[in-house]
C-alpha cells in the first residue's frame, strides 16, 4: 500500500510556503490555517512544531541541504520547502529517519512529482551527513555553535559578547523549545478567582506566576496551549476577561505604572493595545481606578481601529489614540506633557524568537545599529513630554546590550536626557528577564524620573541601572 503524507506535514508546507511568498509571520499564518483546522490536536501540535521549528532554522536547514546538491538551484522553492521539513525532523528533532525520508518524498510528490527521485536522494546523503552535524566542535568553533543552535553565526557571537559563554548557550537553546504560555486575567471585567474557578471547572491546571521571586499580578501559566481551544476557554477570551500574553511582557507593564496614580499616561508604539489592556488593568489592581488620560499613540494607522475594537472589548479606556511618528511628538502633541509615559520601542526582538521565529534569519546586524539610534533619537523626542518630576519608562523585548544598556547610557548623556535620573523599577535597577528552558521571554526596562523644577529628582536612586553594562544580562 503507498504511503501517503500526512495531514501534519502536508498543513506545515501550506504553511511554510505562505510564510515563504508573502513573508508572513509564521504565528499568523498558524493562528488561521492549522488552529482552528480539522486536523486532530495532535496534528495540529506536531504541524505547529513544524512550521516553527522550520522557520526558525531556515538557514542552517538551507546549508546542509546546499552540501548535498550540485547546485542550490536544482529544486524549486516548492520542494525547498518539503525539503527542509524532513531536514528539519531529522537534524533537529531525531525522528526516525527512515520515516523522514519517506515523508519528505511523499510531500515532493504533492508539490512536484518529477522531483521525489532526487529528494529521496538528497535525503538520504542527508541522513548520512547527520554524524557529521555541526561538521567541527562547537566548543571551539562560533560557526559549528550556531549551526548546532540554528542560529546565524553572527547571531550566535553577538550573544556570546552581550549575555557570556554560558548565557548565549542557554538563551540559544532555549529559543528552540517551544513557548510556554501564559495568559492574563483582565481586571476590567472579572477577577482572578473567577478565572482560576473557571478553569477548574473545566479541569485545566494553570498556576500563578513568579519571576524572580515576585508574583506578576493576573498572570496565569497554561500546561496545555489546546486549553486555549476549549468553549469554556475560548468565551473568556471572546469576552476580554482574559488574554495572551507572555509573563515578561505582563511584568513590563506592571512594572512601568509609577508609585502613585498619574494624571495622565502616554504609552508610544500601543499596536493592537496588549499593552494598554495589561497597563489599565494594572492601575485598576493597584488604584482602583484607570488612568483618566490615557493617550495611546503609533506610527501605523491601521493599528488605531485594531487597538480601539480591543480596549472596547476589554472595556479598557483610552481617552485618545493617535497616529503619527514619535519623532514629531512636538507636532503631534504640541505644548502637552503627561505624569507618565512609555515607550515600548521597537527593537530587534530577540528575546521572542519562540513566537517570532521570521526575525533569526530576516534581521540583519546593521539594523540593530539603525534600531539603538532610533531607540535613542525616541527618548530624546519623549524628554520635553514628561512633566517635571515625571516617570519616563523605556522598554525591549530583546536582549543586545546595543539595544539596551548602551541606549540607557547614550540617552542620560544627551541634552534632552541630562534633566533625567534613573530610578528603580520593580525595587530593581531595571526589569531584565534571562531566557532559559521554560521561561518566559526576555524583555528589559528601564525607569527615568525627570527632575523637577527644584531639582529634586536628584535625590532619586538611580540604583546603578545602565552604568555597570550588566543590566540586559540579568
Given amino acids: 500500500m503507498r504511503t501517503k503524507a500526512t495531514p501534519a506535514r502536508l498543513a506545515a508546507l501550506a504553511a511554510l510556503r505562505e510564510v515563504r511568498e508573502r513573508k508572513a509571520y509564521a ?17 495540529r501540535a506536531f504541524a505547529t512544531r513544524l512550521v516553527l521549528g522550520v522557520v526558525s532554522s531556515t538557514g542552517t536547514l538551507d546549508e546542509v541541504i546546499d552540501r548535498v546538491l550540485d547546485d542550490p538551484h536544482d529544486v524549486s522553492p516548492q520542494v525547498r520547502d518539503a525539503l527542509r521539513i524532513s531536514t528539519y525532523e531529522i537534524f533537529f528533532l531525531d525522528k526516525r529517519f527512515h520515516a523522514a525520508v519517506d515523508q519528505g518524498v511523499e510531500l515532493v510528490k504533492s508539490v512536484a512529482p518529477p522531483a521525489a527521485g532526487l529528494t529521496n536522494y538528497v535525503l538520504r546523503q542527508l541522513v548520512r551527513l547527520r554524524a557529521e552535524f555541526p561538521f567541527a566542535d562547537p566548543n571551539r568553533d562560533i560557526e559549528a555553535l550556531a549551526r548546532l543552535h540554528a542560529f546565524p553565526a553572527w547571531q550566535a557571537a553577538l550573544l556570546m559578547n552581550d549575555l557570556g ?6 538563551f540559544m537553546r532555549a529559543s528552540n523549545e517551544p513557548a510556554p504560555l501564559f495568559v492574563a486575567v483582565n481586571a476590567a471585567k472579572t477577577r482572578d478567582e473567577l478565572v482560576l474557578r473557571a478553569f477548574e471547572r473545566v479541569g485545566e491546571q494553570v498556576e500563578r506566576v513568579e519571576i524572580e521571586g515576585s508574583e506578576v499580578p493576573g498572570c496565569l501559566r497554561l500546561d496545555d496551549p489546546r486549553t486555549l481551544l476549549l468553549p469554556d ?22 512594572s512601568v505604572l509609577p508609585e502613585k496614580k498619574p494624571a495622565s499616561f502616554l504609552e508610544v508604539g500601543a499596536g493592537r493595545a496588549t499593552k494598554t489592556i495589561l497597563i489599565q488593568s494594572g492601575a485598576l489592581r493597584r488604584w482602583g481606578a484607570q488612568i483618566e488620560e490615557y493617550v495611546a499613540l503609533d506610527n501605523r494607522a491601521f493599528k488605531k481601529k485594531v487597538l480601539e475594537e480591543r480596549v472596547e472589548r476589554f472595556g479598557i479606556h483610552v481617552s485618545e489614540a493617535l497616529v503619527g511618528d514619535v519623532l514629531d511628538a512636538d507636532e503631534l502633541m504640541p505644548g502637552r506633557s503627561f505624569d507618565a509615559v512609555f515607550l515600548d520601542a521597537p527593537c530587534s526582538g530577540l528575546g521572542t524568537l519562540r513566537r517570532h521565529p521570521e526575525i533569526r534569519w530576516r534581521l540583519k546586524p546593521d539594523e540593530i545599529v539603525d534600531m539603538a539610534r532610533q531607540q535613542v533619537a525616541m527618548l530624546r523626542a519623549l524628554a520635553s513630554h514628561v512633566n517635571p518630576g515625571g516617570t519616563l519608562a523605556y522598554a525591549t523585548c530583546t536582549v543586545t546590550r546595543m539595544e539596551n544598556d548602551a541606549v540607557v547610557k547614550a540617552f542620560l548623556k544627551t541634552e534632552e536626557g541630562s534633566r533625567f535620573h534613573l530610578a528603580p523599577i520593580a525595587g530593581k535597577p531595571c526589569v531584565s528577564t534571562r531566557l532559559s528552558k521554560g521561561s518566559p521571554d526576555a524583555h528589559f526596562a528601564v525607569r527615568f524620573v525627570r527632575a523637577d523644577d527644584t531639582g529634586g529628582a536628584d535625590d532619586v536612586d538611580d540604583g546603578g541601572a545602565g552604568d555597570n553594562g550588566d543590566a540586559s544580562r540579568s
Avoid: M
Wanted: net charge negative; glycine share 2%.
Fill in 233 to 254: 476557554v475560548k468565551r473568556l477570551l471572546s469576552q476580554g476577561r482574559i488574554l495572551v500574553s507572555d509573563a515578561a511582557s505582563q511584568q513590563v507593564a506592571a
Fill in 27 to 43: 504565528q499568523d499564518v498558524i493562528a488561521r490555517d492549522i488552529d482552528d483546522s480539522s486536523l486532530t490536536p495532535e496534528d
Fill in 165 to 170: 559563554p554560558e548565557a548565549a548557550f542557554e
